[in-house]
Nanobody, 112 residues
Framework: QVQLVESGGGLVQAAGSLRLSCAAS????????VRWFRQAPGKEREFVAS????????SYADSVKGRFTISRNNANNTASLQMNSLKPEDTAVYYC?????WGQGTQVTVSS
């Protein structure tokens, strides 16, 4: 069973940057598309970005396109989300997802 642990969240000023990481246990990481979701207080969880098993195909929500970059390293079972030009509306708990498996989330807070 794959387990996921996110890290890298924190408090940052608007226009700043953060890099989130998702570390996966287990040997089947490369078999899964990796997705990042986020959930702001009082709102539903929403899709942020995804990357295919090989890393050759990526997709982004319109709200983060051009600012966020998703990547993965199958050799060490990790995925990352580089977030630049952060806005207060990016404030949320960010979750890494593989199929039905979720991490515990990492808080990102962007101050204006």
């Amino acid at each position: 069973q794959v387990q996921l642990v996110e890290s890298g969240g924190g408090l940052v000023q608007a226009a700043g940057s953060l890099r989130l990481s998702c570390a996966a246990s287990g040997r089947t990481f490369s078999s899964f598309t990796v997705r990042w979701f986020r959930q702001a207080p009082g709102k539903e969880r929403e899709f942020v970005a995804s990357i295919s098993r090989s890393g050759g195909s990526v997709s982004y929500a319109d709200s983060v396109k051009g600012r966020f970059t998703i990547s993965r390293n199958n050799a060490n079972n990790t995925a990352s989300l580089q977030m630049n030009s952060l806005k207060p509306e990016d404030t949320a708990v960010y979750y890494c997802n593989l199929a039905a498996i979720w991490g515990q989330g990492t808080q990102v807070t962007v101050s204006s």
